[in-house]
């Protein structure tokens, strides 16, 4: 999963991004409006924790300008401004949800894995797939109702699998949701983690569609 952090705050910006990375994030943190416009108009993100005040662009400008441009990823607000009135500005301008400074960093957590599981269509606090089971709150996942360990980008991917359930996942798209900026890219890192994720949970649970991507395997589903 990767996040785009837009705050301006140094203090505060350093204390998410370690716990959202913590929490096994990938996280790109941005600190004016106009970088975050850019960085959003350029990546792919399964979320973004937006900050209201901001410098160059205000955050609800940012926030009607991505969603003008049709974009549907879940939005997170951050405001200091406790007024009813900014909050539901923030909402009619697209915001999935907010928080008001200062928060707990455990209920961005939260809030962050509530917003991703409506996205990908899910009301149930776990994602799951034929026999496997994934807790994003516990950071579990089990096989036919036994632990499996994963390291941290075998969860990830198999994180971003579950949430874009029956989509084809192009390479990049996976290697994006893995990694933040200026992180040091390890060389054919999907295809390795794709065969990992296979021998730990089974041949037919992962899908190569030739020329495009990969996608959960049909056969695991039907086979329950
Ligand atoms: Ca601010």
Not at 18 to 23: F, N, S, T
Request: hydrophobic share 40%; aromatic share 6%; with cysteine.
């Amino acid at each position: 999963m990767r996040v785009l952090l837009v705050e301006d705050d140094a203090l505060l910006g350093d204390g998410i991004r370690a716990g959202l990375k913590l929490a096994d994030y990938a996280v790109d943190w941005v600190r004016n409006g106009e970088s975050a416009r850019h960085a959003l108009a350029d990546h792919d993100y399964d979320a973004c924790v937006l900050d209201l005040g901001l410098p160059k662009k205000d955050g609800l400008a940012v926030l009607k300008d991505l969603r003008g441009r049709g974009s549907a990823i879940p939005v997170l607000i951050l405001t200091a401004r406790d007024t009813a009135a900014d909050k539901i500005a923030g909402l009619d301008a697209g915001a999935d949800d907010y928080l008001t400074k200062p928060f707990d960093l455990g209920e961005l957590q939260a809030r962050l894995r509530a917003l991703l599981r409506r996205a990908a269509g899910a009301a149930a606090p776990t994602l799951q797939h034929g026999g496997v089971v994934l807790d994003p709150a516990g950071k579990r996942v089990t096989l036919d109702g036994a632990p499996v360990a994963l390291s941290a980008r075998e969860y990830a991917l198999l994180h971003d699998l579950l949430t874009h359930k029956s989509q084809i996942r192009t390479r990049a798209q996976l290697e994006e949701s893995l990694y933040a900026w200026g992180e040091e890219k390890e060389s054919n890192t999907v295809e390795v983690y794709i065969h990992h994720l296979r021998k730990k949970l089974g041949a037919d649970f992962i899908d190569t569609v030739r020329g495009f991507g990969y996608r959960l395997g049909e056969a695991a589903e039907r086979g329950r």
